[in-house]
């Protein structure tokens, strides 16, 4: 509980932001992951493993791995790069590294002191894997996004907007 509000800090969605780097790896172009999109959650994927030994009843298990997947749904908003990036990787059936970008999770909520408007982030590289395209109406995009290899653990400067590794 804060002591000054008598309130719980639970963290709300709008405090995490999500970019999507739709330019290069040497000139990237990082677009805000907002307007459109009705959902985007992050599934840690943990792998465990377990072992008894003789001498236990009780087995034992331990975290091996782990295989983040980002679900998404978004409406397909003309104007909204990111929605279109995604919607792009579907309707041109792209694979392999074509259907790749670098994709950021930014905690709004966990700023950095030193620096104005930067806060801590992770950047992935995943692959976009979009299952359909839907809706009576409004049409919708959705996928997942599947982590490629593990995070990096850094800053995110949302008004440049810019990464930088820990």
Not at 145 to 159: E, M, S
């Amino acid at each position: 509980m804060s002591e000054t509000t008598g309130k719980r800090d639970v963290v709300q969605r709008h405090q995490i932001a999500d970019y999507l780097n739709i330019g290069t790896s040497e000139s990237p172009n990082w677009v805000l992951m907002g307007v459109g999109f009705t959902s985007l959650n992050e599934n840690f994927g943990a792998e465990s493993e377990s072992s008894k030994y003789v001498n236990e009843a009780s087995e034992s298990s331990s975290v091996t791995s782990y295989k983040s997947v980002f679900p998404f749904e978004a409406h397909l908003i003309k104007s909204q790069e990111a929605v279109n990036a995604l919607y792009t990787v579907g309707r041109n059936h792209l694979v392999g590294a074509e259907a790749e970008f670098e994709y950021c999770r930014v905690e709004l909520f966990d700023g950095k002191a030193s620096a104005e408007s930067t806060y801590a982030a992770r950047k992935f590289l995943v692959s976009v894997e979009v299952s359909s395209l839907e809706g009576d109406k409004k049409q919708s995009v959705k996928g997942n996004l599947n982590a490629v290899g593990d995070p990096v653990d850094g800053y995110f400067n949302t008004k440049t907007p810019a990464f930088t590794a820990a």
